[in-house]
């Protein structure tokens, strides 16, 4: 079992940044990548950024790319997703996603964090 925290989220204006952290525990060991996804209102939930456990291997959606970067802190057990030049369309709940292939491919969500982005 994976158990996933978020922190970060909150209220700023277009063009602002914000910091998102993923805090992992439990079978640690197991994960294989992990992911933050966004869902609007609305609207079904989409990756936006993954990023491998071995080897630190990242993709982006294309309406992220140069703006958010996702990385890790192995010591913390921690992924983080910065976020920069925000835009109004980036407001959702974000989650984050932990990926495990054995014994078998299985998906662990945390409860998410709430980004309002105002213009």
């Known amino acids: 079992q994976v158990q996933l925290v978020e922190s970060g989220g909150g209220l700023v204006q277009a063009g602002g940044s914000l910091r998102l952290s993923c805090a992992a525990s439990?079978?640690?060991?197991?994960?294989?990548?992990m992911g933050w996804y966004h869902q609007a209102p609305g609207k079904q939930r989409e990756l936006v950024a993954g990023?491998?456990?071995?080897?630190?291997?990242?993709n982006y959606a294309d309406s992220v790319k140069g703006r958010f970067t996702v990385f890790r802190d192995n010591a913390k057990n921690t992924v983080y997703l910065q976020m920069n030049s925000l835009k109004p369309e980036d407001t959702g709940v974000y989650y984050c996603?932990?990926?495990?292939?054995?014994?078998?491919?299985?998906?662990?969500w945390g409860q998410g964090t709430q980004v309002t982005v105002s213009s």
């Open positions: 439990g079978s640690i060991s197991s994960i294989n990548a």
């Open positions: 990023i491998t456990t071995s080897g630190g291997m990242t």
């Open positions: 996603n932990a990926a495990v292939l054995v014994p078998e491919l299985s998906f662990y």
